[in-house]
């Protein structure tokens, strides 16, 4: 599949850890290093500590979290070269503890990998690189190859086929894997009003429009004159022009669309509706109107925070859910990369104290083994 998809001939398929470090520009590796450590950071502070509770006299309740302990990363390629996928999925997981990060990516022309993404696998502590992409990749690391490791979880985004791919794995009971979120073509729903930067809004269509022909972008224009429309829309042809990736914008613009409501607050409830993966609030107030927000992957609060910051190195993730997924599904944080697990320990007075009512619980259900469990304890107490 690499050979045809791809178009290239590999010798090897996976590239196993120590990696080479690639020579990188001073600027390039700096801002690699600084968006690592913001992203690093951010996700350090959501490590929660375990929790110890003691429901009634002698019965005490516990829930610790554990790393997943091997996960595959899949860092899209394709049309564009993604480091900050690698960063988005692969600090999390290290600052978890995972103990095996497969991270999946389409190899270049002459089979190797993107060095930029080289780099960011050697700082995340990932131990082996599959060059692959697509749905292949996915089945690969879900699975398992001769080669390719099994992993327990797979997370990141990739196109519809990708997506695809991972929802048909995770219900597959033969691959005993599982996924962080429907992820696919990337969204995003900037709202408007007459305090916004014409020039700052289209910039911030465009930024998501570019990233594939099946991207999508919504503008909802709250309470805009002709007038104030038609000065977004000519900075969107005027910036669009001026893009490498035109020809792909003209490809997305027609899948996406603008409309037209009457203030802020409707424009928040459709966003709500639509739940988007990305959602730009441009307006002078626009913290005001977070607590409104129901369903979102990701907000980017007033005029001077783009959604590339949350892209690349704010610190929050940018894996996030799409679809209409953010109505159930967080996006990747470091909770996705653990697992939760409880414990109770009881002493005698405990069990006296809990004795009957589990008991008489399990009467009602007619599990009369469960209802035993206890009772044989409690004649010795």
């Known amino acids: 599949f690499t050979r045809k998809f791809d178009r290239v001939e590999l010798d090897e398929v996976v590239v196993r850890a120590p990696f080479p470090i690639p020579e990188l520009s001073p600027r390039v590796r700096e801002a690699i290093d600084q968006a690592y450590a913001n992203i690093h950071k951010f996700h350090s502070a959501q490590l929660g500590g375990d929790i110890k509770v003691e429901t009634m006299p002698g019965?005490?309740?516990?829930?610790?979290?554990?790393?997943i302990e091997r996960v595959g990363l899949y860092v899209p390629g394709g049309t564009a070269v993604l480091p900050s996928s690698a960063l988005m999925l692969g600090v999390p997981a290290q600052v978890a503890g995972c103990s095996e990060i497969v991270l999946a990516t389409p190899p270049r022309s002459d089979g190797s990998i993107v060095p930029e993404v080289l780099y960011v696998a050697h700082k995340v502590g990932a131990t082996a690189i599959v060059k692959a992409g697509g749905a292949q990749a996915i089945a690969a690391m879900a699975y398992g190859t001769e080669t390719v490791p099994k992993v327990d979880k797979i997370c990141g985004p990739g196109n519809q086929y990708v997506t695809a791919a991972k929802m048909l794995a995770q219900n597959d009971t033969a691959a005993m894997v599982s996924i962080d979120m429907p992820a696919g073509p990337s969204e995003v729903l900037v709202i408007a009003d007459a305090t916004s930067n014409p020039a700052y809004v289209a910039s911030d269509l465009l930024s998501q429009a570019e990233h594939g022909p099946d991207s999508q972008v919504v503008l909802l224009a709250a309470g805009l004159s002709d007038a104030q429309l038609a000065a977004i829309e000519d900075q969107v042809h005027e910036q669009a022009s001026r893009l490498p990736r035109v020809d792909i914008v003209r490809q997305s613009i027609p899948k996406s669309y603008c409309l037209r409501v009457s203030s802020v607050a409707d424009a928040i409830r459709f966003s709500n509706a639509y739940a988007p993966e990305h959602l730009i609030l441009h307006n002078d107030s626009a913290s005001s109107y977070v607590k409104d927000v129901v369903n979102a992957g990701s907000v980017f609060v007033g005029p001077y925070s783009p959604e590339s910051c949350g892209d690349y190195a704010s610190g929050t993730n940018h894996t996030l859910p799409t679809y209409g997924f953010s109505r159930m599904y967080s996006g990747v944080n470091t909770?996705?990369?653990?697992?939760?697990?409880?414990?109770?320990?009881?002493?005698?007075?405990?069990?006296a104290n809990i004795g009957e009512t589990v008991m008489a619980l399990a009467e009602v259900e007619e599990l009369e083994a469960h209802r035993n469990a206890v009772a044989i304890r409690l004649r010795d107490i």
């Open 335 to 351: 909770a996705t990369f653990v697992k939760h697990i409880t414990s109770q320990e009881l002493t005698r007075e405990g069990l």
């Open 59 to 67: 019965v005490l309740c516990s829930r610790f979290s554990r790393a």
